[in-house]
T-cell receptor
Framework: KQEVTQIPAALSVPEGENLVLNCSFTDSAIYNLQWFRQDPGKGLTSLLLIQSSQREQTSGRLNASLDKSSGRSTLYIAASQPGDSATYLCAGEYGNKLVFGAGTILRVKS | EAQVTQNPRYLITVTGKKLTVTCSQNMNHEYMSWYRQDPGLGLRQIYYSMNVEVTDKGDVPEGYKVSRKEKRNFPLILESPSPNQTSLYFC???????????FGPGTRLTVT
């Protein structure tokens, strides 16, 4: 069974700090891995997608890496801001579905 | 603007009263899917569709139906809703050469 785990479940950091969110998956036969952001009561916003043949993707202050052999992905957020406060979800694509982790709740304090 | 829309956004209904949640995308995507999000269980796939008239079950299809008569629309049908279908529902689409999935804003359903 494909499972995706995210650590930590919650994280509180002061503004300006660099931080890393972790995602691990049990099945390495992953098509791609996608990171999302979810604000309270809102939908999911796609942040980064890493295809299985890629190692990392970058967008602004965000950098995501993928290591299929170890079953891990990380999302690096540089110079965090209060506006980054949200729940971050990683999802592995297997066939025709996304398997989601439970998310990391991030709070950036000003 | 490229987007996935869902209606209604909020719905409170009673057990057994048939309802439909609509989903529409304007990106000409072939693939569409439905997920439900529950505390402690995360997001789980209900149904998906690879193209018009092609649908298949996800991980939690019981109590739901879907149809895909047009490429842009993928409605979710609850023939006889029950309280355990109280949840936050998301529609998603993907298409072209991109693997990126786009999600709608969600529909919060309460069944009493």
């Amino acid at each position: 069974k494909q499972e995706v785990t995210q650590i930590p479940a919650a994280l509180s950091v002061p503004e300006g700090e660099n931080l890393v969110l972790n995602c691990s998956f049990t099945d390495s036969a992953i098509y791609n891995l996608q990171w999302f952001r979810q604000d309270p009561g809102k939908g999911l916003t796609s942040l980064l997608l890493i295809q299985s043949s890629q190692r990392e993707q970058t967008s602004g202050r965000l950098n995501a890496s993928l290591d299929k052999s170890s079953g891990r992905s990380t999302l690096y957020i540089a110079a965090s801001q209060p506006g980054d406060s949200a729940t971050y979800l990683c999802a592995g694509e297997y066939g025709n579905k996304l398997v989601f982790g439970a998310g990391t709740i991030l709070r950036v304090k000003s | 603007e490229a987007q996935v829309t869902q209606n209604p956004r909020y719905l409170i209904t009673v057990t057994g009263k048939k309802l439909t949640v609509t989903c529409s995308q304007n990106m000409n995507h072939e693939y569409m899917s439905w997920y439900r999000q529950d505390p402690g269980l995360g997001l789980r796939q209900i149904y998906y569709s690879m193209n018009v008239e092609v649908t298949d079950k996800g991980d939690v299809p019981e109590g739901y139906k879907v149809s895909r008569k047009e490429k842009r629309n993928f409605p979710l049908i609850l023939e006889s809703p029950s309280p355990n279908q109280t949840s936050l529902y998301f529609c998603a689409s993907r298409g072209g050469t991109s693997y990126e999935q786009y999600f709608g804003p969600g529909t919060r359903l309460t069944v009493t």
